[in-house]
């Protein structure tokens, strides 16, 4: 329901306008005016007629930002539910059909894309919001449709349209990736961590539990939820209520509200607990990404330390091995039990942690990129600020290879030679780089 599709009374006024400029008749000059107004005003309600039904849930929220993220392009007909269903549709024995969340997003993509190769169907569902530059979503977007994969453009706070993909392809498992992701960014945008990772998340399970048949639902929490834990390496068993951002606080959220869905609907739930994902096609506001482009710029850059030169450690986790994680939980989940919006028994629930096992210092991941860049980068040390980034992350990842033989294979230098050659390819080795 775009604009275009509203009768054209816009073009009306325009005629209607001609008399206006008569200079000499002002008194119908000034009925023209109201008549013109008139015409915009009913316009206005036209508009919003229109566009309300399919475009928000009855109970949007009135704040700015949904009303932002919520207004996103046409949807529905059968020629939309035509794509949706040849998008979702399984085209190997046993295959899944799962509905991916944040499709346009870094991980989103890669999964999107092994899902359809191994044949599984894939429908995508992403806002396509400008946290970070979308023109790198919508290369994404474009990478995805070549091979035959549809990504819906919608918000997951948005029920009507969640509801319609049930009914139009029955998914037997929702991978959910949508989120605001990034730690910092929680003090300048804190309402888009309640709306994207709270409420979106608990829209989406709403329209889980009603679906028949449930699908079972494997989402991305993170490794932040560990916060202030200092026990390594991180165990799904250590505690995790002491998060040290906003971020981290919605996704250890996400972590019990997906307990109450499992609790009362018998929703089969899998939260992977992701460390520092990187890889080709990644997200331009991790360090690893903006400091290839800051090197490759000649900027400085700026290389955090802990109390008393305390190192800064990530246990960086290539994107491939985070995909094989990823389709690990999803062929190892369970089905839902419920059925019509009620618990038939007791489902799965589970957590992993999916990570390399081996932090690198970020010192040296700026030594392993000016080896691959041959340039050298123009260091700046400074304190980690406490607003929100923790000193070391470190997982143990026994469980996951105990459920689903998970085994991390990339080292560091390896996954950024592919990354580097990926950026290089994309952006230029100059300055182009810029965006
Ligand atoms: N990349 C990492 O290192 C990392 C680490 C831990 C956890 N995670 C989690 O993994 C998931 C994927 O992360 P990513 O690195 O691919 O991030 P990303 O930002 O590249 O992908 C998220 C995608 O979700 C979309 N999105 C956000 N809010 C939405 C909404 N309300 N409705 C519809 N679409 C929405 C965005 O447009 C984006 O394309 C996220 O849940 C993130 O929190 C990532
Ligand atoms: C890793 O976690 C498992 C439980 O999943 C535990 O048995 C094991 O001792 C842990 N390993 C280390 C090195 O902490």
């Given at each position: 329901m775009t604009m275009n599709n509203i009768p054209s009374a816009p073009g009306k006024f325009k005629m209607d306008?001609?008399?206006?400029?008569?200079?000499?008749r002002w008194q119908y000059s000034s009925l023209a005016k109201l008549t013109f107004w008139s015409f915009v005003f009913l316009g206005l309600i036209v508009v919003f007629f229109f566009k309300s039904p399919s475009t928000s849930?009855?109970?949007?929220?009135?704040?700015d930002l949904s009303r932002r993220s919520l207004k996103t392009s046409s949807w529905g007909g059968p020629a939309w539910e035509k794509r949706v269903r040849s998008s979702a549709?399984?085209?190997?024995?046993?295959g899944l059909s799962v509905l991916v969340t944040?499709?346009?997003?870094f991980v989103g993509t890669h999964v999107s894309a092994a899902l359809k190769r191994r044949g599984d169907g894939v429908l995508g569902l992403d806002?396509?919001?400008?946290?970070?530059?979308p023109s790198l979503k919508r290369a994404r977007q474009a990478l995805l449709e070549r091979s035959g994969i549809y990504i819906v453009e919608?918000?997951?706070?948005?029920v009507t349209l969640l509801k319609k993909l049930f009914e139009v392809a029955p998914f037997t498992h929702v991978m959910h990736l949508a989120a605001q992701a990034g730690v910092r960014y929680a003090m300048e945008n804190p309402s888009s961590y309640v709306h994207s990772n709270i409420a979106g998340f608990v829209s989406l399970l709403e329209v889980c539990k009603n679906a028949n048949p449930q699908p079972a639902i494997i989402w991305a929490s993170s490794s932040?939820?560990?916060?202030?834990?200092?026990?390594?390496?991180?165990?799904?068993?250590?505690?995790?209520?002491?998060?040290?951002?906003l971020y981290a606080a919605t996704k250890k959220a996400g972590e019990e509200i997906a307990h109450t869905y499992n609790h009362i609907y018998g929703l089969s739930l899998t939260g992977l607990r992701f460390f520092t994902v990187y890889g080709?096609?990644?997200?331009?506001?991790?360090a690893y990404f903006f400091f290839t482009r800051d090197i490759l710029k000649g900027k400085s850059i700026p290389i955090f330390e802990a109390a008393n030169h305390g190192t800064v450690a990530r246990d960086f986790t290539y994107i491939d091995d985070i995909v094989k994680g990823c389709l690990g939980a999803l062929d190892t989940a369970e089905k839902s039990t419920g059925s019509g919006g009620k618990k038939k028994g007791s489902a799965q629930l589970r957590v992993f942690n999916l990570g390399n096992t081996s932090p690198v210092p970020v010192s040296e991941l700026v030594s392993i990129l000016e080896r691959l860049l041959k340039v050298k980068a123009k260091r700046k040390v400074m304190k980690l600020p406490?607003?929100?980034?923790?000193?070391f992350t470190h997982a143990n990842i026994s469980f996951a290879q105990r459920e689903f033989g998970y085994k991390p294979t990339t080292d560091l230098q390896t996954g950024l030679k592919k990354f580097t050659r990926w950026y290089v390819g994309y952006y230029g080795s100059g300055k182009k780089g810029d965006h």
């Open positions: 306008k001609s008399p206006y400029i008569h200079r000499f849930p009855p109970n949007s929220m009135p704040s549709r399984i085209r190997s024995s046993n944040g499709a346009a997003g806002n396509f919001n400008d946290y970070y530059d919608g918000d997951i706070n948005d932040s939820v560990y916060g202030l834990n200092t026990k390594v390496p991180f165990s799904e068993k250590d505690r995790t209520d002491q998060p040290a951002s080709p096609w990644g997200r331009p506001d991790m406490r607003n929100g980034d923790v000193q």
